[in-house]
């Protein structure tokens, strides 16, 4: 019953009207501009002193090339796999604002209703003007959304719909694809027409940036 009467206070014309808005500035998947790597996306956000919460850590590899290429950040993590070393393992412990909030791989992991609410207190956790950003698998690739694990399926103006829904700005959308550079060429340059015209894409991700309000 709880998750009915949840489901029911979503305006869902409203949730609509903002895919619609993404839409004008997104009109396609294969519109959207491709980056090789999530770490060089957030490498152009850090600035120094960047405060950073990584949300599903894992064994916190992130956290550690960051400070390698700026050591003035400051970087904690959140999982809840209490196996691994962690700064928090709930976000309701966390008790402090971050400049940059960090949620690779997690969100199509949780139902959409939990996932609504899990935005919501991160952007409870941000600054004034402090930015999220999330991946998620790219639903036009052919096989990266099929796992075991994974419940909700983003495409990436939904994505983008629920973000502005919630009180975020979305800056930027990309893909992400890295193949060695030859495939890659060949991908991006020859086989796109290929890719669109049968709606399969060859990025397995999708990465949003999203700025509070």
Known sequence: MRIENMMESISWSKLYSYRLQIRKSYPSVYRIKIKKRLLDIIIEELKDFSKILDVGAHNRKLGEYLLKINPTIIYKS??????????YYNLNGINENFDIIILSEVIEHIHFEEGVRTLQKLR????????????TPNIHHPNRFWDITHKVPYRYD??????LYIGFNVD????????P?????????????????????????????????
């Open 78 to 87: 959140m999982d809840i796999d209490k196996s691994l070393p962690h700064d």
């Open 124 to 135: 409870e956790l941000l600054n004034e003007d402090g930015k999220i950003i999330i991946s």
């Open 158 to 163: 939904e994505l983008g719909a629920v973000l």
């Open 172 to 179: 930027k959308i990309f893909r992400i694809y890295n193949e």
């Open 181 to 213: 550079f030859f495939k890659r060429l060949f991908r991006i340059y020859c086989a796109s027409h290929l890719h669109r015209y049968l709606d399969v894409d060859f990025a397995p991700t999708v990465v949003v940036v999203a700025s509070r309000k």
